[in-house]
């Protein structure tokens, strides 16, 4: 579905900000259109089922524990913002397979 490829999307970024951060402290800010995603990932304790989530939720707080700021919020989508478009263009790519 688009919320899953929207969630893979969130861990793939968490894996790409914890390289790009590994060699100092880092702030950053990920623009997500999903209120959904990140509603999931905002305050929740594992559960089963829902292994997408528990994986995002645990690479942000692995960011965290390293000493990385990263802000996740709610972007509008469909109104222009740079990269917004191509991103919802990639996850609905990998939605589709």
């Known amino acids: ?3 899953e ?9 968490a894996h ?3 390289r790009e ?13 999903s209120q959904a995603a990140i509603r999931a990932t905002k305050g929740c304790s594992p ?10 939720t645990e690479a942000f707080e692995d960011l965290q524990d390293r ?4 802000r996740v919020r709610w972007t509008p989508g469909h109104v222009g ?10 996850a609905k790519a990998a939605a589709e397979g």
């Open 1 to 3: 579905t688009v919320y």
């Open 47 to 56: 559960t089963p089922g829902h292994y997408l989530v528990d994986a995002v």
């Open 81 to 90: 913002i740079d990269g917004n478009e191509r991103a919802d263009e990639l």
């Open 5 to 13: 490829a929207e969630l893979v999307s969130m861990l793939l970024a």
């Open 16 to 18: 790409l900000l914890k």
């Open 67 to 70: 000493g990385h700021h990263v």
């Open 21 to 33: 951060l590994a060699r100092r402290q880092g702030r950053a800010f990920l623009g997500v259109d």
